[in-house]
Structures are given as C-alpha cells and as structure tokens.
C-alpha cells in the first residue's frame, strides 16, 4: 500500500513507549496508562534494541509474517518473565513505537521489524537506527521518525510525508513512497518508474566505492557516498531460518512460477538449526523447524541454487565459512540473509547482510539498490604479540571506535603493512565482527596470501599460472587520494592486549594486565562453568591451531579441563574437521576433555551444545555477539580462541601467556 502523502496520528490508536522502566511498558500493554513524548526524555527510552529481543529465534521457526506477530518483543525479560506476552503488542491497539539510541542492533533479520508492521505499527520512532535494521524498514514501507516529528504529531499537528523521507536518496524516497520494495522491483521491471544513472564524473576510490562502481547496472563508472544506484550481485545466499520466507515472499509478490536469472553462485545453507532435535527446549519447534527444512529443499530445488544441505546429520558447515571458501572471489559483491555475511570481506569482496525481502528482490533481478556507503580505514602497522589474536583486534576496535559509532553505517576497510602479517583466516574475523560494529561491512585489502588461500581452497580450478594469474587481477585495492570520511586511523598491532568483553556488550572490552599476571583486569577473579569455541567468528582452521596449542601445552604439563567446567570445540565447516583430524589435533582434544562438535553455529545461536541452562552460569566464548539470552540465560564474556582455551583449563576467565601451563608454572 502507497504511503500516506500526509502523516497525522490515528485518534482510535495508540502511541508505545519503549522505556528503561519495564514495569511503564508493562502498564501501558495493559491499557492503564498512556504516554506522551513531552512526558518523557529521550534519556528514559530503552537504547540499542536488538533483533533477538524483538524476534529471539525460536520465534523465526515460523516464516508467515502474521505468525511472527504473534509474539513480537519476546525476547525482552525482566525477572526471568517476558514484558511482552503473546499477542501483546497485536492486541494493543498501537501504531506508533518509540525507542531510544541504535534501534535494531544485531542480527539482520527481517522478522524484527516484521514483528512490529504485521502488528500495526506504521511509524517507527527513534535516535538512530541500525544501518540494516533501517533499510528492512524501508524495504517493508515502514516510515521512520524522530522524537520531536512524535511530540508534534501527539500535539494534533499534520506533517507531509516529505519531512519523513526527504532526507533519503531519491531511490529510497520512490520505495517508501510506493509502498515497500517488492512494488519498487516490479515498476522497475516493467518500466514505470527509471532509477538516475550514476553521474559522479572520474575520482579516486575506497576498496567498497571500486567494487559498486564496477557493478553498477549499465556499465562501469565512478561512485561517491551517498550515491544512490543499483548494482549487479554476483551471489549469495540464505540458511533454513530465512530461505522459505524467501521462498514464500517470492510466491507471493511473483506467483509459483517465478524463477531466477543466474543462480550459479547463489546457495542455501543448513547450518542454524542442525541441532535444534537435541535441544530439549527446542522440542515445542520441531514440526516448524521441519516445516523450515522443507521449504528450503523446495526452494533449492526450484531455482537450482547450490545445495549445501546437511547430509547424514552432517552439514557442510557455517554459511560464511563455506562461500568464503568455495565461491566469493576477490572483487565480488555478495549478499546473503545474515548479519556476518561481511565475513567475506576478508576475501577482497563486498560483502553485507541484507532481510528476507531484499534477498528476494535481487535474487529474482539479479541486482539491488545502493546507496554507496562511506568509509573508515584502519591502517595496522606491527604485529600482534604472541597471545594477541584478529578477535582482540577487534574488539579493540569496538570499544574504540564502534562505541563512539564512528564505523555506524560505514564500510570498514583494513589495509597496512600490519593486515599482510595475519592469515586470510585472522582476516576474516576482522571482516566478520564488522556488524558487531554496526558497519556496513568490513573490506581486507588483497594480496598473495589470499591468492595462494583460495587456490588451496579450491583445489583444480587455480592449478595453472594463467589461472592464478586471472585471480590476482581481481584483487580491489583503494586508489591513492581515497576519501575516508571516517578518517584513517592506524592502530599498531603490537599493542594490543587480549581482550575480554563484558556479558551483554560487545563494545565493552577490557584488554589483560601484562603485570598482572594472567587475569584480566577489571573482571577480576571469575569463575567459568562453560568454554565455547566455534561459529563463524572462531571454527576456521587457524582458530583451531590456537586452541591445539594451548591444550596441548596444557596435555604437556599433565592437565585437563578443570573441574566443573564444560570446554565445547565445534568446527566452522567440514573442511575445518578434515584439516584437524589430519594434523593430529582431535586426539589432543580428546584428552584434555574437550567435547567435539560437528560443523554448524550451535550455541552461538542458541542452538546446540554449549548454550547456559541457568542464569547463574558463566561462559567464556569465542563467538561474535554476546547479547543477553542469546545463547542461554547466563553470563556470556567474549573472548578470543586462546583466551577460551586457557581459562577452560584455569577454570576461570584467564588470558593465554605462552608456557603458563607447564609443569610447574604459576597458573597450572
């Protein structure tokens, strides 16, 4: 449905508060009080949002929109009880939502800002948004505001539809104005509407901009931020919890027959849900999670993408591990329907999530809508110390930079003498905790490394040196005299520290006290109960190398995994498993009493071994986000793989020091 050339507020509906005190919701979801915003500061409102709250995954096993609905902000506790009960927010008669700074932090799944749409919400109020969050919004219709458009229209004013979407690029303000992006697609499919060519003349250009404008539908050209254009896809992809609302959505807007143009470097994933039928309270979900499974076998079947399904119980592994390994190329722009599709741009290539519609959208047309984001570069210099990890850079960079929202919105690219001494697997999980940091995505710079990792990657297909060769002249680098607009900023990789981040915030890190022994300062002396090494973040291969090495140091010096404590290793991808067993490493694993895991995201997404059962327990991780009940309802610490490893040993959160385990040492 077109939007309303005017916005003025509905009499009969109702305007929902989001604020820090739980119980003002609570009233207000009674119908025993309602707000308005001159009530209130912005001060009081709930920030950073995320998509687990609004839709936690079990809510995602259902795939109609309408169903969704059912329990929007599910996720959203106080004492252990939901503040949003089933059919709250349908039945509040609400049309109008209002929330603080960073709505829709996390993951990129439409079914968040779907849960709100379906319950009549049409005007969605905030600080600031989530740059995915945001476009899901904008693809579904959904009109955004701030706080003081609120305070107007609650005082009885009209406001023109223009003060709400003036501000976005011409292409955006067409998609709002027709309603959402699936009618958008078909007049541009069937000529009734034109999207303007790229006018920026001849400029020199980040790694990102290069890869847009050599996309670009028409011919290649030249790009600037904010550039509104749309650009060919080279591939992507989406797993069992997104592929049949893909599949329905394609249905629905296009009929059964629909079909799409190229689907050789598109795929599907079974990896999310792979050991949802051991998990007891996953047993209510079963039959959704089949129907899942299904559709994605139809979906499969009926666009002839690839099928990297699971196998006797056995998937292949993490989407982002897999495509990086066998399909995204240097120079490629890919999309897939998940928040660390960005993983790939430790590969040279453009890589970001995007919400079931867009996925839709571009896999039915072959290309999408840009708006060509700006950029921030980190320049690394030195190198990492010897305990030092990609994930400790990271999370430097989340409490340093992302924090203060100064990658929001913005491609990340990594570049310097410091990227070329870590591996293409370090590099990936740069790239990958780009969402983290609510970036666009994250963009390494290329070189031989890559090259020679992809050809081993691959084996057959770069075999020759014409075909190495072919390979290397897709590697993007940025242009001399790039604009960053989020300025150049050189960290030097010799200083960072291990790094620890609070439960809850991933932003939150604090780096380890070289003089304090092994303990990270500030956290103090805790005690873990689990360790957790796997997901996209930390199941590649060299993640496993580190923690082989710290167990084995550990076997070394005559010790186990300390009592008490459950140490979880679970690979990235089947490639990863081979590689292990083949070196020995599963052994060592085994006999420090390690428990071994099958490919697939597992506790990283609430789904497996690994996750808390209670709220008292506390796990060490080495996945990408730590949200609050994300991944059980205890305390979640981030940390790299050999911190994971060592305080599985410690029994309490310690960062890895070469030789702390050997006989005799002050930590064993």
């Not at 006290?513 to 199941?539: K, M």
């Not at 008490?564 to 009493?593: H, N, P």
Request: net charge negative; proline share 5%; hydrophobic share 40%.
């Amino acid at each position: 449905m077109a939007a309303p050339r005017i916005v003025k507020l509905d009499p009969s509906k109702r305007v929902l508060f989001l604020t820090k005190d739980l119980e003002l919701i609570g009233a207000q979801l009674r119908g025993e009080v309602d707000l308005k915003m001159e009530d209130l500061s912005v001060d009081e409102l709930l920030d950073d949002i995320n998509t687990d709250v609004m839709t936690p995954a079990w809510v995602c096993f259902n795939h109609r929109p309408e169903d969704i609905a059912l329990n929007a902000y599910a996720g959203l506790m106080k004492d252990g009880e939901r503040v949003f009960g089933e059919r709250a927010l349908l039945d509040g008669n609400f049309e109008v939502i209002v929330s603080g700074q960073r709505k829709g932090t996390g993951s990129s799944r439409e079914t968040a800002p779907q849960c709100e749409k379906w319950c009549g919400i049409r005007l969605v109020i905030a600080a600031s948004f989530a740059p995915i969050h945001a476009r899901n919004n904008i693809n579904l219709g959904q009109l955004m505001g701030d706080h003081a458009q609120l305070a107007r229209l609650q005082a009885g004013e009209e406001i023109a539809l223009g003060e709400f979407i003036d501000r976005y690029d011409p292409v955006t303000r067409m998609i709002l104005e027709m309603g959402g992006l699936f009618p958008f697609a078909r007049a541009l499919k069937d000529g009734s509407v034109e999207v303007p060519g790229a006018a920026t003349g001849e400029r020199p250009m980040t790694m990102g901009e290069k890869v847009i404008a050599s996309h670009l539908v028409g011919g290649p050209g030249f790009v600037k931020p904010g550039d509104a254009v749309m650009a060919r896809v080279d591939g992507g992809y989406s797993h069992e919890f997104t592929s049949a609302q893909v599949h329905y959505f394609l249905q629905q807007e296009f009929g059964d027959d629909y079909s799409i143009p190229d689907p050789s470097k598109f795929a599907v994933f079974e990896d999310h849900l792979l050991y949802a039928d051991g998990v007891a309270k996953m047993a209510p979900f079963i039959d959704k999670i089949g129907t899942l499974r299904r559709l994605q076998t139809e979906f499969m079947q009926h666009t002839g993408v690839r099928d990297y399904q699971a196998r006797n119980g056995i998937s292949p592994g993490i989407c982002h591990e897999v495509a990086r390994r066998d399909f995204v190329d240097p120079g490629d722009f890919i999309q897939a329907t998940d928040s660390h599709t960005c993983m790939g741009g430790g590969s040279n290539a453009l890589t970001y999530g995007v919400g079931a519609t867009e996925y839709a959208a571009l896999i039915w047309s072959g290309s999408t809508f840009v708006k060509v984001p700006e950029t921030i570069r980190f320049e690394l210099t030195g190198k990492l110390p010897d305990n030092a990890t990609a994930k400790d850079v990271i999370l430097f960079i989340l409490l340093h930079y992302a924090r203060q929202e100064m990658t929001l919105d913005r491609v990340m690219e990594f570049g310097g003498p410091g990227l070329a001494t870590l591996s293409v697997d370090e590099r990936a999980t740069l790239a990958n905790m780009a969402t983290e940091c609510t970036a666009k995505s994250g963009f390494c710079e290329g070189d031989e490394a890559l090259v020679d990792w992809i050809a081993a990657a691959r084996p057959g297909l770069y075999d020759t040196p014409a075909a190495k060769d072919a390979l290397r002249a897709c590697i993007v680098r940025p242009d001399e005299g790039a604009v960053y607009d989020g300025g150049v900023h050189t960290i030097d990789l010799a200083t960072i520290r291990p790094m620890v981040a609070h439960p809850g915030d991933p932003d939150r890190g604090i780096p380890s006290d070289p003089t304090n022994g092994a303990q990270i300062d500030e956290i103090g002396d805790v005690s873990i109960d689990i360790a957790y090494g796997g997901s996209c973040t930390a199941g590649k291969v060299d993640d496993f190398a580190m923690y082989h090495r710290v167990l084995a140091e550990a076997l070394e010096g005559g010790l186990r995994v300390a009592d008490g404590v459950d140490l979880y290793i679970q690979f990235g991808s089947e490639a990863t498993a081979r590689i292990a067993k083949e070196r020995g490493w599963l052994e060592t694993f085994e006999q420090v009493g390690a428990k071994i895991i099958d490919p697939g995201c597992g506790a990283c997404i609430g789904c497996g071994p690994g996750v808390s059962e209670t709220a008292d327990q506390v796990t060490v991780s080495a996945i990408n986000r730590n949200f609050q009940g994300r991944s059980g309802p205890g305390r979640l610490y981030l940390a790299s793989p050999y911190t994971v490893a060592a305080s599985a040993i410690a029994g309490r959160i310690v960062a890895y020091e070469p030789g702390m385990f050997r006989v005799g040492a002050a930590v064993a």
